[in-house]
């Protein structure tokens, strides 16, 4: 009889942990980071082996590498507008920032030759840090800003000389409370410096498959939507108020579309 109860209870006990949320949220969380650090770790020998070091080539291998793991976590990427993609030469992209998952609907659609602006700190994420820096990412220390400028103003030559793209978080910060953070300024004195187009994409909204606070983190449907290229040929720095005013109105008009239209079709989160 008690070898009975403890198999009964060594099967509940998984069952019970497994239909608990809670659970859900942290596993998930847990293997998402793992995964990424383990993929990372499979991917250095990758990129020195492809390109010998730091070159945004490597970007093809770490998007390749990266595809499947949405699939572990539940998650589906609905994309609209490719088309806007299809633009010759540098670029600067612009999205929203809800969460370290933005990771992997940037890699769904990253363009060839395309990497990012980041906070200097990812550069200690272990492996993850050492792919970052092996895939070109540019780092920049948010707290001094004078060097932040200076080495985006370095950036935006070398787009031009290596025919690189880059995609900045114009928020500057992760941001989960809805809507978008005012922007900063770096993106689009970027694009202006380099004389190149902006391409703006949005990422609807995360609350309806994850919730930090309530620890939820179920399956879920994200929409990407790139939008048409707003063009700076002729700007100068005076422009860059109303071209930051302008791509953030549009940002967020399209940010409440797409995620009022995937919050329907997922139906009401869960509390
Ligand atoms: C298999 C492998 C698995 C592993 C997997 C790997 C994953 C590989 C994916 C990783 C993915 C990474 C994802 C990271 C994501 C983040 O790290 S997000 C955080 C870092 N990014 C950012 O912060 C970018 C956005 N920030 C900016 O652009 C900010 O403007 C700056 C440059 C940091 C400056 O900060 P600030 O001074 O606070 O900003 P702001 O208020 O905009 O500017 C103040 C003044 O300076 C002026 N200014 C700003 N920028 C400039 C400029 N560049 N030039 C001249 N003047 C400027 C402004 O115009 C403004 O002047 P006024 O208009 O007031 O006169
Ligand atoms: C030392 C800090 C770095 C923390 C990284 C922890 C290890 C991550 C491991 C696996 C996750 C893979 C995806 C990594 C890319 C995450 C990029 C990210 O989301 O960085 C946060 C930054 O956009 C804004 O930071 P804050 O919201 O201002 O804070």
Not at 2 to 10: K, V
């Amino acid at each position: 009889m008690d070898g009975l109860w403890m198999i009964a209870l060594l099967l509940l006990i998984p069952l019970l942990l497994w239909t608990s949320s809670t659970f859900v949220f942290y596993f998930k969380k847990c293997f998402y980071v793992a995964w990424m650090m383990l993929l990372a770790l499979f991917a250095i020998p990758l990129c020195i082996l492809k390109s010998g070091g730091r070159d945004v080539e490597n970007m093809r291998i770490i998007r390749g590498l990266v595809r499947h793991v949405k699939y572990f976590l539940g998650l589906r990427f609905d994309v609209s507008g490719w088309e806007h993609l299809q633009t010759e030469g540098p670029y600067v992209i612009i999205s929203n920032h809800q969460s370290s998952l933005d990771v992997l609907g940037l890699m769904e659609i990253l363009p060839d030759r395309c990497t990012m602006i980041a906070k200097k700190e990812l550069i200690y994420a272990g492996t993850v840090g050492l792919v970052c820096w092996l895939g070109g990412i540019v780092f920049i220390n948010r707290k001094k800003t004078n060097d932040a400028k200076n080495v985006m103003a370095d950036a935006a030559k070398t787009m031009l000389d290596d025919q690189i793209r880059l995609w900045v978080f114009p928020e500057g910060t992760r941001n989960q409370r809805g809507g978008l953070l005012p922007f900063k300024k770096g993106a689009f004195h970027l694009a202006v410096q380099a004389q190149v187009p902006i391409i703006p994409i949005v990422f609807s909204s995360y609350s309806n498959f994850y919730l930090r606070k309530e620890k939820q983190f179920n399956s879920g449907t994200i929409r990407l939507k790139i939008l048409p290229k707003i063009d700076t040929k002729g700007m100068t720095s005076d422009d860059i108020s109303s071209l930051s005013d302008k791509s953030f109105n549009l940002m967020r008009s399209a940010f409440h579309s797409i995620s009022d239209s995937v919050t329907q079709s997922n139906g009401p989160s869960r509390h």
